[in-house]
Structures are given as structure tokens and as C-alpha cells.
């Protein structure tokens, strides 16, 4: 119970964060800016929101659920089926081929975060929940974690974001 509650209140401090972010400027940092921030819509809530309750869920490769245990596609399939009734299937490259693509600077809590993690295009999926951070399934450490898309690690693997959001 209390860690369902901290992570309510995580989620409802980074969905108001959200919020108060800065727009997005121009790469001449003059301040003009380039386009209009993406609303975070309730449907986006949902999926933040399940993915969250799924953190420390154990890894297995293959995994569809959470009493059998998740891998990256596994976990993403399984939040939007659960969170939004949408199906979504397949590896993380065919997921990524599924979605709209959404610049860097316009990530969304709810939209996917591909990275390549196994010298292959599209090897890895975590779900954005704001503040430059991920929820993902890794096999390293075996369990569903927050990650900073910033650290060195996916920093450099980093390769595009998707949403399966309107």
C-alpha cells in the first residue's frame, strides 16, 4: 500500500511538472519557439500510471505478463493492452514501426523511447514518463526500472521516440 501511494504521488508530481515545463526554443537559443508543447492527455496518464505499477516486476525474455515475468516489448504490449485496450505486438522494432514518430524534444509522458542496445536498430523499448526518465524491462538486473535517458548508458543508444497516443 505505501508503495502504491509513493508512486501515485510520483506520478501526480511529475504529470503537474509536465505542466510548468518550459517551451521548447530554437536551436539559436534566442528563445523563439519552434513548435507548441504536446499536451499530456488523461489516456497518457493511464499508461504512466500502469507502467509505474509495474516497477520491480522480474525479467524473463519472452515475458507477456507480470506474474510470468516482462521483457521491454512484453511490458509495452502488456501496459497498453491493460491501460488502453489497444493491442500492440511484437518486437520492439515492430512496435516502433506502429507508432508516430515524435521529436526528442517533444516527448510526452506515454510515448516509447527506442534505443539500440544489441548492435541492432530498435533492440530496446522503455515507456517515457517524463523529467528525461523511462520505465523499461532490462535484462541486466532483471527487473522493471526507472532509468535517465540521459546517462551515459542510453544516452548513446538512444535512436528515436514513437506515440501510440493521439
Known amino acids: 500500500m505505501r508503495q502504491s501511494l509513493s508512486c501515485l504521488l510520483l506520478i501526480s508530481a511529475l504529470l503537474l511538472s509536465a505542466c510548468g515545463s518550459p517551451l521548447p526554443r530554437s536551436a539559436d537559443g534566442r ?3 519552434t513548435q507548441p508543447p504536446r499536451a499530456v492527455s488523461g489516456e497518457a496518464a493511464e499508461v ?10 522480474g525479467y524473463r525474455f519472452g515475458g507477456k505478463n507480470p506474474e510470468a515475468g516482462l521483457d521491454c516489448s512484453g511490458m509495452v504490449s502488456y501496459i497498453f493492452d491493460q491501460a488502453t485496450g489497444r493491442r500492440v505486438q511484437g518486437s520492439a522494432a ?3 514501426r ?3 514518430p515524435v521529436p526528442r524534444e517533444q516527448l510526452r509522458p506515454g510515448d516509447l523511447v527506442f534505443f539500440n542496445t544489441m548492435n541492432r536498430p530498435f533492440s530496446h523499448v522503455g515507456l517515457y514518463i517524463g523529467d528525461g526518465r523511462f520505465i523499461h524491462a532490462p535484462s541486466t538486473n532483471g527487473r522493471v526500472r526507472i532509468e535517465n535517458m540521459s546517462s551515459s548508458y542510453f544516452a548513446q543508444r538512444y535512436e528515436a521516440a514513437r ?4
Open 94 to 96: 515492430d512496435i516502433a
Open 163 to 166: 506515440t501510440l497516443l493521439d
Open 98 to 100: 506502429q507508432g508516430r
Open 31 to 33: 528563445g523563439t519557439i
Open 48 to 57: 504512466v500510471m500502469y507502467a509505474m505499477s509495474l516497477i520491480d516486476t
